[in-house]
T-cell receptor, first 115, second 114 residues
Framework: EAGVAQSPRYKIIEKRQSVAFWCNPI?????LYWYQQILGQGPKLLIQ????????DSQLPKDRFSAERLKGVDSTLKIQPAKLEDSAVYLC?????????????FGPGTRLTVT | AQSVSQHNHHVILSEAASLELGCNYS??????LFWYVQYPGQHLQLLLK??????LVKGIKGFEAEFIKSKFSFNLRKPSVQWSDTAEYFC????????????FGTGTKLQVIP
């Protein structure tokens, strides 16, 4: 089966610019996650969707980050305006359901560099 | 709030050596525990998981982990590592009950020397 797709794979922007990342989860997976992984740290959950509804966005910096999952399939994560500390790999993952017992499948990530 | 500690940031082993990577968590209730692995140039993938029952769980590629509740630990082990085990390993925890977000540790980079 096809895995989680993400694009772009790499992005370099200047601070104060905006950027958007796209994620296409595995077909049939109801739950979608966005993580931020800063160099030297583990992934940090930014937002979790169940179908097209938000389950948890408590760690999403809402003053600059936004995410949507229209129609409960693809999702986009946007940063506007970007700051230097947003440099990180942004990972998308999906799972069949939201229970902790469902395995999460990760995409390749988007490496963002903010200069 | 739950947290996860991985004390070894970088481990270098020779092939055939035994491996043990430490993972400790802090949470007072019931937890679900995971080890993920990221091979060079590849995606994060699940190595093994513990929900309940036998505290010794076996995963893919000969890895196993033991849940010791009294020590809040879930250490990853492999009796004999191979060069292909070179990767970064992440421990993760999700508390049980209702909705609980996953918390990852900072990861351990394992380098196996042929």
């Amino acid at each position: 089966e096809a895995g989680v797709a993400q694009s772009p794979r790499y992005k370099i922007i200047e601070k104060r610019q905006s950027v958007a990342f796209w994620c296409n989860p595995i077909s049939g997976h109801a739950t979608l996650y966005w993580y931020q992984q800063i160099l030297g740290q583990g992934p940090k959950l930014l937002i979790q969707f169940q179908n097209n509804g938000v389950v948890d966005d408590s760690q999403l910096p809402k003053d600059r980050f936004s995410a949507e999952r229209l129609k409960g399939v693809d999702s986009t994560l946007k940063i506007q305006p970007a700051k230097l500390e947003d440099s990180a790999v942004y990972l998308c993952a999906s799972s069949l359901g939201g229970s902790e017992r469902y395995e999460q499948y990760f995409g390749p990530g988007t490496r963002l560099t903010v200069t | 709030a739950q947290s996860v500690s991985q004390h070894n940031h970088h481990v270098i082993l020779s092939e055939a050596a035994s491996l043990e990577l430490g993972c400790n968590y802090s949470y007072g209730g019931t937890v679900n525990l995971f080890w993920y692995v990221q091979y060079p140039g590849q995606h994060l993938q699940l190595l093994l998981k513990y929900f309940s029952g036998d505290p010794l769980v076996k995963g893919i590629k000969g890895f196993e982990a033991e849940f010791i509740k009294s020590k809040f630990s879930f250490n990853l082990r492999k009796p004999s590592v191979q060069w292909s085990d070179t990767a970064e390993y992440f421990c993760a925890v999700i508390a049980s009950g209702g909705y609980q977000k996953v918390t990852f540790g900072t990861g351990t980079k394992l380098q196996v020397i042929p």
